[in-house]
């Protein structure tokens, strides 16, 4: 199965500054099948980036998605009060999908 | 607009069952891939089951395989997980979700059920 690692654990960054999330595959994940998603707290996940890179519908376009085999990116470019949130990659390959353990968004 | 709305948690003791429910608006279950996802309290996300669209194949996580089982209620536009031989390890707020497109991704996400297992 693949495993998805992300770093760092905890980002801890002020409002306006530039986020880079890492997610890193044990296997190369095809870039059609690596997602992206925000959760905020007592809240459901929201789908932000599909297809490694293609947002979704009604996200802003401060989030964008890069990389590929098995490294991927989620950049936030200029941080708003909303976004402070926990962030999971997500990829799908063999009739699995996993996700990775998270990172958290935090205000410095 | 499309619209999930799970439910049936409950408190269970070890071993025993339970079915959860996801109640469907906006579109017809069977022309979308339809999942279950779990997220244990304080902890991360975690796929459990998808049940295809049109063909309606069913596929499990390894940690649920064999315990737990997919399915849809065309009558009601509903999915259905139904649980057994649950253990503390299954306490969990479960989604359900549904991918609608190539991307295999979950696009929509209902509010969640809270499943606790304890005696």
């Known amino acids: 199965d693949i495993v998805l690692t992300q770093s760092p654990g905890t980002l801890s960054l002020s409002p306006g500054e530039r986020a880079t999330l890492s997610c890193r595959a044990s296997q190369s994940v095809s870039t059609t099948y690596l997602a992206w998603y925000q959760q905020k707290p007592g809240q459901a996940p929201r789908l932000l980036i599909s297809?490694?890179?293609s947002r979704a519908t009604g996200i802003p376009d401060r989030f964008s998605g890069s990389g590929s085999g098995t490294d991927f990116t989620l950049t936030i470019s200029r941080l708003e009060p909303e976004d402070f949130a926990v962030y999971y990659c997500?990829?799908?390959?063999?009739?699995?999908?996993?996700f990775g353990q998270g990172t958290k968004v935090e205000i410095k | 607009e499309v619209q999930l709305v799970e439910s049936g948690g409950d408190l269970v003791q070890p071993g025993g069952s339970l079915r959860v429910s996801c109640a469907v608006s906006?579109?017809?279950?069977?022309?979308?891939?339809m999942s279950w996802v779990r997220q244990a309290p304080g902890k991360g996300l975690e796929w459990v089951s998808l049940i295809s669209g049109s063909v309606g194949s069913t596929h499990y996580a390894d940690s649920v395989r064999g315990r737990f089982t997919i399915s849809r209620d065309y009558s009601k536009n509903t999915l259905l997980l139904q649980m057994t031989s649950l253990t503390a390890a299954d306490t969990a707020v479960y989604y359900c979700a549904m991918t609608a497109s190539h991307y295999m991704s979950f696009d929509y996400w209902g509010l969640g059920t809270l499943v606790t297992v304890s005696s």
């Open positions: 906006g579109f017809t279950i069977s022309s979308y891939a």
């Open positions: 997500q990829q799908y390959g063999s009739s699995l999908w996993t």
């Open positions: 297809g490694a890179s």
